[in-house]
């Protein structure tokens, strides 16, 4: 597409034909900022409107040399809150993972790439898509060609995915009498994990265990089943010394190992109806909750967890891996319309225990 074809795609069809150059020439010129009065600027400008009339009614000229000293303060302000706004570029850390109701720390970093001009009163919203912007940083000064960094605390209510799509920089230097804003775009995504309640599971019990309750091999256990000649690849924490030095021969234990057991947990996540309703809403929150509380409990005993939902999508972890591909699965997880949903999973192996 030739330039005079995007400009006449981005004209407005319902302006005159006189209008079009002089509105070519706004878009042209327009600077990406915003202005707004504060309640010192809209005192300030009734004083300036007052004694401007005053000086045009009595032509004193002291009335206008105070009228055109009102003046230049409002040029001035526009051109200091301009020179504090440019060449600023700004930048997020979001932490590795966040969670509902604990408090996690965002910092905002801001860089001054001017070569001599300093930026002052720099105030930097974190923008988040869908919800307000109640998070602010202020810097007071940024040196020129220098950073700051500055954090801000929240709590997060719900679960899910937090996207951040941009900042708002404002200043309202050096009077006070406007705000000068800009937006900057920037993109993060920050998954908040649902929350985790301590529980106390009931102790192992007999015959729970996969695969017979013991089984050969290195372990973390004391427990010895025998001794055998050490083989390429054997532990060397393993050599039983004293039977080495009586047999001449380097030997090693057999240790003990437990089989992990594997719980599965069920989250039912299909709704009847177009929309979840306000009440299935709230059960599929606490259920995720719970099922969050299990599965933290579960590993840290030793077992290995699989969460799944009713609609067939699910999640696996062990105690080396940790929590939290199941707590980001849980996180992301969505109510599916009951239509929708596939058939239910089959019944699981008789060597899995499956938790409601």
Known sequence: ??????????????LPRWLLPAWRLFSWFKPPRRLRLTREGRYFLLITFCVGFAAINTGNNLLYLLFGMFLSLIIVSGVMSELSLRKLTVSRRLPPRAQVGRAHLVEIEVYNHKQRVPSYAIEVEDLRAGQPADKR?????????????????????????????????????????????????????????????????????????????????RGTGDETAGVRLMRDGDDPRDIFWRKSAQTEQMVVRERVREARREVTLVVDSRHPGPSPSEEFSARLERRIREVASRAVAHLKRGDSVTVRSTAGERAASVPSRGADPLLRFLALLEATPLEDAPAAAPTPAPKTREVA
Request: charged fraction near 30%.
């Open 1 to 14: 597409m030739r330039r005079s074809d995007r400009a006449r795609a981005s004209e407005p069809p319902k």
């Open 137 to 217: 940083c202020f810097f007071l000064k940024i040196s020129p060609r220098s950073a700051q960094v500055a954090a801000y605390r929240r709590t997060p209510a719900r679960r899910g995915r937090d996207r951040h799509i941009g900042f708002r920089l404002a200043t309202r230097f050096p009077f006070g009498l406007f705000e000068k804003s800009r937006d900057v775009t920037s993109d993060g995504d920050l998954i908040i994990y649902p929350a985790v309640d301590p529980l106390q599971l009931p102790p192992d019990e007999s015959g729970d265990r996969i695969g017979g309750v013991l089984t050969l091999g």
